[in-house]
């Protein structure tokens, strides 16, 4: 899986409890993007970041915040966890290919909130 | 909103027949992107076709894109029981992908 990690693999939080997310990355791509999946709607994108500290949101950011502090991290907050977070998160990575950006995806985050 | 739609939603082929799906989109692109996904695992990237390319090959896979018509098809040949996988279309434009809701392929031996 093209050097992504992500951790934790599996969480069960409670409604309200603030949960973080890292994806870590070892090939020095500059773009890192966060998505969900849900059952009949594919991948959405919440987050993406164009380089260190530089972040911008998709179309699913509500209740979520990201930080990139260094190239190879990026977190994802959801500040107060709601039941309609459950969902598998996955992070993924690009750089420029000429002016195509493939992207290559770490192996996902399950995530229950009670 | 998603950019991209599957079409059929599910697909289910015996082994060695030909599996095809579709996927139409809104809005102007700069290519047009298909990815595989194993049950539980992440995505992984099968072909890029560029807006000005007609169509394009990759061992097995062959991928047409009709731009006049905001269309795509994924053709899998000689399908094989490995690929029995989730296929999502992506639409590109810049650094960011758009998925469709994705068309599942189960192949029978």
């Known amino acids: 899986d093209a050097g992504i990690t992500q951790s934790p693999r599996h969480k069960v939080t409670e409604t309200g409890t603030p949960v973080t997310l890292r994806c870590h990355q070892t090939e020095n791509h500059r773009y890192m993007y966060w998505y969900r999946q849900d059952p009949g709607h594919g991948l959405r994108l919440i987050h993406y970041s164009y380089g260190v500290k530089d972040t911008d949101k998709g179309e699913v950011s509500d209740g979520y915040s990201v930080s990139r502090s260094k190239t190879e991290d990026f977190l994802l907050t959801l500040e107060s966890a709601t039941s309609s977070q459950t969902s598998v998160y996955f992070c993924?990575?690009?750089?420029?290919?000429?002016?195509?950006?493939?992207?290559?995806f770490g192996p996902g985050t399950r995530l229950t909130v009670t | 909103s998603q950019q991209g739609e599957e079409d059929p939603q599910a697909l289910s082929i015996q082994e060695g027949e030909n599996a095809t799906m579709n996927c139409s989109y809104k809005?102007?692109?700069?290519?047009l992107q298909w990815y595989r996904q194993n049950s539980g695992r992440g995505l992984v990237h099968l072909i890029l076709i560029r807006s000005n390319e007609r169509e394009k090959h990759s061992g097995r896979l062959r991928v047409t894109l009709d731009t006049s018509k905001k269309s795509s098809s994924l053709l899998i040949t000689a399908s094989r029981a490995a690929d029995t996988a989730s296929y999502f279309c992506a639409t590109a434009l810049g650094y960011k992908l758009s998925f469709g809701a994705g068309t599942t392929v189960t192949v029978r031996a």
């Open positions: 993924a990575i690009s750089e420029s290919q000429g002016s195509s950006y493939e992207q290559y």
């Open positions: 809005t102007s692109i700069n290519n």
